[in-house]
């Protein structure tokens, strides 16, 4: 019996099926780290509404990702929030290195598989990552991670001049980010009229890509419309943008960022101008990536030379992953084009296994299911999930995982940020009190402002939001709260309950004074905090 070979072609799906899984681990697969604990919080609030109830964020902002919070809802109440999301992360970045084979197929029908692999291997040496801190993909699913992928997928379908398809995943991914629905309009509006240069086809077409967006703007239209407007919209988008975030709003910020990018597009640049004089313009491909490097000089030009906050508050500097990605698959079907097939076959198999098992490694020992968080906060959310759940806490603001990993509500954090105006103030007014700079400027000045907190200012803080429990790191303790009562230490944290968490613990108890409730935690706790000296 004769083993009958697979075709040419399948082999080559196989074989970029292993490439893509290899592609999704190499981001690394983690839960409830960083902005997680920002985008996560409503969706699990609403599975269980008695999850961070006392929480301000949770329950008193608006939910601008409602979407992603429903499926994220969806998980929870399965079960399976954490398992999900690492799958979803995993199966978006798979998706996508599925989606940027095809679009090789374009660019390089007779080396699709090398020139994607080569895509792929350069994907993850730049960690798809480019100016302002954009990127298409991190170790954690996002809102962004979703519309990422299905933006790539729509510039798969629009290559091909599937423009309905295309249409309908841009759509798709607007329902997930915003703000990819907002840019979705200019970047292939402007590849479409190129592409279309007669009226009709163009009316035509341009209704198929861009009119499924067009409606899901009406569902998104009233919070932009909140965020963009009111008394208060302006000094709220300077702090938003000058003072939160200026690594995506501010270029002069990450000025060295646009070196790395301007060789990518030189680069590209080149090789569409040779292909052009071969008379093998990739022509779609070649839009899309104008389209690009044109709204993204404009708006580098008005965040600059002249600094306009509205065209900033589009960040439109998420578009340069994208423009890299197709850089990168232009400059990889060049390679290829020019050696025998094999040999570029061969070549683009050791160049992505190269390239992707460091950075591989890498994000394994990182990942979170692998690892776990550090050892000692790993030990301070389980004593803090021994709380009262309604508890109420004040951390150092830098400490961003506190909300999810331990499940219990905070005063503020620097990381998670409402988007209404009203809303972003009053973040900015309780940062301002936890730091004692109502003017405050970065984080490490919002932190170091909460590790010199006076007595008299931690007693403000406390009485003002109704503090239950007050945390600090050990290292940069000075003793604001030794009237307090200790309750729990480790070697890298201390955590104090308030005089307020204290009466509602002696009237649990039935004690006469809250004195006498005081003094038995003071001596539960001496065993585990040392004295001062």
């Known amino acids: 019996m004769r083993l009958r070979l697979p075709e040419a072609d399948a082999l080559q799906r196989a074989l970029l099926a292993a490439a893509a899984l290899a592609w999704s681990v190499s981001f690394g697969l983690s839960f409830g780290i960083d902005v997680h604990n920002t985008y996560l919080i409503h969706g699990l609030h609403a599975a269980d509404p008695r999850f961070l109830a006392a929480d301000w964020l949770t329950t008193q902002t608006k939910d601008y990702h409602p979407v992603f919070s429903t499926l994220v809802r969806l998980l929870a109440e399965g079960g399976v929030a954490r398992a999900g999301l690492i799958a979803l992360n995993a199966a ?38 480019s100016v302002g801190l954009s990127s298409l993909f991190l170790s954690i699913a996002l809102p962004a991670t979703v519309a990422a992928t299905l933006w790539v ?8 001049g599937r423009h309905v398809a295309a ?6 991914g607007g329902l997930f980010h915003a703000n990819f ?11 479409i009229l190129v592409t279309r240069p007669q009226f009709r086809e163009w009316i035509r077409d341009g209704a198929a890509l861009l009119g499924p967006s067009a409606v899901t703007l009406l569902f998104f239209l009233p919070m932009m419309l909140g965020a963009a407007a009111g008394p208060e919209a302006d000094r709220a988008r300077e702090i938003f943008q000058t003072v939160r975030s200026p690594h995506h709003y501010v270029p002069r910020t990450f000025a060295k960022e646009f070196i790395p990018f301007v060789g990518w597009v030189v680069a590209a640049a080149g090789v569409l101008a040779l292909r052009r004089r071969r008379r093998d313009l990739p022509r779609h ?4 990536f104008l389209s690009g490097v044109t709204l993204l000089t404009f708006a580098t030009a008005f965040t600059t030379i002249v600094f306009n906050p509205t065209i900033s508050q589009l960040y439109v500097f998420r578009l340069a992953p994208f423009v890299v990605l197709l850089a990168q698959v232009l400059v990889a079907a060049e390679v290829t084009s020019r050696l025998a097939p094999a040999r570029a076959l061969a070549l683009a198999l050791g160049f992505f296994a190269t390239a992707d098992m460091i950075p591989a490694r890498r994000a394994l020992g990182r990942s979170t299911i692998v690892r776990g968080l550090p050892g000692q906060e790993v030990k301070l959310y389980d004593w803090v999930r021994s709380t009262p759940r309604d508890a109420l806490f004040l951390i150092p603001p830098v400490f961003q995982n506190f909300r999810l990993n331990a499940g219990r509500a905070i005063v503020v954090d620097w990381k998670s940020t409402p988007i209404l105006p009203s809303e972003l103030l009053e973040w900015y007014a309780r940062l301002g009190a936890v730091a004692g700079d109502t003017a405050v400027r970065d984080e490490d000045a919002a932190d170091s402002g909460y590790a010199a907190v006076s007595p008299a200012r931690l007693d403000s803080v406390v009485e003002r939001y109704s503090v239950d429990y007050v945390l600090f790191r050990r290292r940069t303790y000075r003793g604001a709260a030794d ?3 200790p309750v729990y230490s480790n070697r890298a944290f201390l955590v104090f309950a308030t005089p307020k968490r204290m009466r509602g613990r002696a009237r649990q108890l039935g004690n006469p004074t809250a004195d006498s409730a005081r003094a038995d935690s003071a001596r539960a ?3 585990t905090v040392p004295r001062r000296p």
């Open 92 to 129: 978006c970045i798979g998706v996508a290195a599925f989606a940027i084979g095809d679009i090789a197929r374009y660019v390089a029908p007779n080396a699709w598989l090398a020139t994607a692999l080569i895509s792929l291997g350069l994907g993850v040496l730049t960690d798809t990552a």
């Open 153 to 160: 997928v729509a510039i798969a379908y629009f290559v091909r």
């Open 167 to 172: 249409g309908v995943a841009l759509a798709i």
């Open 181 to 191: 629905l907002v840019l979705g309009f200019p970047f292939f509006g402007l590849a």
């Open 285 to 288: 491909v070649a839009t899309l």
């Open 483 to 485: 009237r307090y009562t």
């Open 525 to 527: 706790a001496r065993s």
